[in-house]
């Protein structure tokens, strides 16, 4: 996407910021670029969804879901390289796929401002917005997987998707709620599609966007929710079953995708994300209800 003189040039910068690089900071560095994968997304989302505004809590998700479909999406059609393969001695830390944007910073620069904006205190809300990816987009920089052009453009297009839902969220949330089920749908249906024509293969983000949005469209026809509602300890019984269900239908989806597809084809993985995306975003929260772990109320 840029020229050799950017990639050089990003070379040169990460072996300048790997000058003061040691075991103790090359640490640090791991454990804050952790706090950009999508692990950590799953966890922090899934809370927000079930124990929080489930309507704010959707919002973020899909955002966040996606800005990542968008980023391997993007990734996969410049197919650049990762700087530690053009200079092996640069890599302190594993990564696979190829470099640009960085995912990361995207998808921190996408979820801290639209989680920080509900935060009071100014003060408090621009900190939380602002260094979060900056310190990820850096440690991506330090470990040698990302230059910083993919940091920069990384940021840029995260801050582009918060931006536009903090401005523009309220006015089309309310325009799509006017639509027809099925338009809703398909409307989703399309964005998914082109990810995935664009994905390379790598359709899990976009299956994951596609299942929960799907999932949630049906919710709000089916079930009223509030995840501020309950105690703490309901709120904590829901995050711990939660996780636990995903868990158990991730692994059975892919001991079921291995034995039958030698590692699973294209479209198992697409139908066993996008299953997973709707249990999230239906079929537990009808769950909760049942079990009495929901108290019922408008969204």
């Not at 040698?144 to 582009?160: A, F, I, K, Q, R």
């Not at 998707?161 to 089309?172: E, N, P």
């Not at 300890?233 to 892919?254: D, H, N, P, W």
């Not at 084809?265 to 996008?274: K, S």
Request: net charge positive; hydrophobic share 55%.
């Amino acid at each position: 996407m840029f020229s050799a003189e950017v990639y050089e040039w990003g070379l040169a910068v990460i072996r300048a910021v790997q000058q003061a690089a040691s075991p103790a900071l090359t640490a640090v560095m791991k454990a804050v670029s952790f706090a950009g994968d999508v692990p950590f997304y799953a966890l922090v989302l899934a809370i927000l969804f079930w124990c929080g505004d489930t309507r704010r809590g959707f919002r973020i998700a899909c955002a966040v879901l996606f800005s990542g479909a968008l980023n391997t999406a993007v990734k996969n059609t410049l197919c650049v390289p990762r700087p530690f393969i053009a200079d092996s001695n640069v890599g302190l830390a594993a990564a696979s796929g190829y470099s640009t944007p960085s995912g990361h910073a995207q998808l921190a620069e996408t979820f801290w401002p639209l989680a920080a904006s509900g935060l009071r205190k100014k003060a408090l809300r621009v900190c939380a917005a602002v260094v979060p990816p900056l310190l990820i987009g850096f440690s991506r920089i330090y470990l040698g997987v990302h230059y910083p052009s993919d940091v920069l453009l990384g940021l840029c297009v995260g801050m582009l998707i918060s931006l536009g839902l903090l401005l523009w969220g309220d006015a089309l949330a309310v325009r799509a709620a006017r639509l027809p089920r099925m338009i809703r749908i398909l409307c989703v249906s399309v964005i998914a599609f082109l990810f995935n024509h664009f994905s390379g293969g790598d359709v899990e983000l976009s299956a994951l966007f596609w299942g929960f949005s799907c999932g949630y469209v049906l919710l709000c026809e089916t079930a009223a929710v509030d995840g501020r509602l309950g105690s703490p300890l309901q709120k904590a019984l829901r995050v711990i079953t939660g996780c636990a269900v995903l868990f158990v239908l991730y692994e059975l989806c892919s001991f079921a995708g291995d034995a039958l597809f030698s590692g699973g084809a294209e479209l198992f993985r697409f139908a066993e994300y996008a299953l997973l995306g709707a249990c999230a975003s239906f079929v537990l929260p009808h769950l909760f209800l049942r079990a009495g772990l929901y108290a019922s109320a408008r969204i």
